[in-house]
T-cell receptor, first 115, second 114 residues
Framework: EAGVAQSPRYKIIEKRQSVAFWCNPISGHATLYWYQQILGQGPKLLIQFQNNGVVDDSQLPKDRFSAERLKGVDSTLKIQPAKLEDSAVYLC?????????????FGPGTRLTVT | AQSVTQLGSHVSVSEGALVLLRCNYSSSVPPYLFWYVQYPNQGLQLLLKYTSAATLVKGINGFEAEFKKSETSFHLTKPSAHMSDAAEYFCAVSTADSNYQLIWGAGTKLIIKP
């Protein structure tokens, strides 16, 4: 079975520019997560979708970050405008359903550098 | 609130030696505990998980972990390190209180010396 796909793998932008990341979860997975992983830290959940609805976006900086999951499949995460502190790896994960007993499968991530 | 502490940001062992990566958690309700591995420039992969069945959990690649409630610990071990084990390892906790979201430790980078 195909894994979680993410693109691009790397992105370098200047501060105040905008950027978008794309994620295609494993087919049939209802739950999709976006994480931010800063170097030397564990992943931090930004937003969680169940199908095309938002379950939790309490840690998403909504003044600059937005995310959507059209038709409950693919998802995009956007940053506008970017700040230096947004430099991180952005990981997308999916699981069959929401719950502790359902493994989260991770994509390879997008490494963002803001200069 | 739940939290996870991983002792040691870097652990170095010789090839063939015992691997021990420490994880302590804080939770007021029964936890579900996970170990994930992250190889360079890759996403995270589940090694093993504890979900209130057996306290000794066996995972992939020869790793295992033991849940000790009295010590609030879930340490990861492997009897004999291999060069291919070099990676970053993350411990995470999930509870009903956290809406089953994963709360992550800061990670431990495992270095294998030849």
């Amino acid at each position: 079975e195909a894994g979680v796909a993410q693109s691009p793998r790397y992105k370098i932008i200047e501060k105040r520019q905008s950027v978008a990341f794309w994620c295609n979860p494993i087919s049939g997975h209802a739950t999709l997560y976006w994480y931010q992983q800063i170097l030397g830290q564990g992943p931090k959940l930004l937003i969680q979708f169940q199908n095309n609805g938002v379950v939790d976006d309490s840690q998403l900086p909504k003044d600059r970050f937005s995310a959507e999951r059209l038709k409950g499949v693919d998802s995009t995460l956007k940053i506008q405008p970017a700040k230096l502190e947004d430099s991180a790896v952005y990981l997308c994960a999916s699981s069959l359903v929401r719950g502790y007993n359902y493994e989260q499968y991770f994509g390879p991530g997008t490494r963002l550098t803001v200069t | 609130a739940q939290s996870v502490t991983q002792l040691g940001s870097h652990v170095s062992v010789s090839e063939g030696a015992l691997v021990l990566l420490r994880c302590n958690y804080s939770s007021s309700v029964p936890p579900y505990l996970f170990w994930y591995v992250q190889y360079p420039n890759q996403g995270l992969q589940l090694l093993l998980k504890y979900t209130s069945a057996a306290t000794l959990v066996k995972g992939i690649n020869g790793f295992e972990a033991e849940f000790k409630k009295s010590e609030t610990s879930f340490h990861l071990t492997k009897p004999s390190a291999h060069m291919s084990d070099a990676a970053e390892y993350f411990c995470a906790v999930s509870t009903a209180d956290s809406n089953y979201q994963l709360i992550w430790g800061a990670g431990t980078k495992l270095i294998i010396k030849p």
